[in-house]
């Protein structure tokens, strides 16, 4: 796993920020329970660092996401000033099975 941001643990060695995945991976955000959460956002809430009403929100401290359609996919902390402090965001292009991340 490799560590993004401050509150995101991550499947994939190497991801960063914003990264190209495969079709079934697995993403594992991690972080103290009560203190963030995780919020599937669209381009423009990723951007803004916002989340329209009625948005999902994770709040397990151990939230797992599938990858499980290809496209681009936005998350974001929803905890208020979160967003400004540091990067606690994160951008994955999805790609196709036969995609092989770069190393």
């Not at 495969?22 to 995780?38: A, C, L, Q, R, W």
């Not at 599937?40 to 939230?63: H, I, M, R, W, Y």
């Not at 400004?84 to 092989?100: C, D, E, R, Y």
Request: hydrophobic share 40%; aromatic share 8%.
């Amino acid at each position: 796993m490799t560590k993004v941001g401050p509150l995101m643990l991550i499947t994939e060695p190497g991801l960063r920020e914003s990264s190209s995945l495969s079709v079934t991976t697995t993403v594992f955000f991690n972080y103290p329970e009560g203190v963030h959460n995780v919020l599937k956002v669209n381009g423009t809430g990723f951007q803004e660092c916002a989340a329209p009403a009625g948005t999902v929100v994770l709040t397990s401290g151990k939230d797992v996401i599938n990858l499980a359609t290809t496209g681009r996919k936005w998350y974001i902390c929803g905890v208020s000033k979160h967003r400004q402090v540091g990067p606690q965001k994160l951008f994955i292009t999805v790609m196709p099975a036969s995609f092989a991340p770069r190393s």
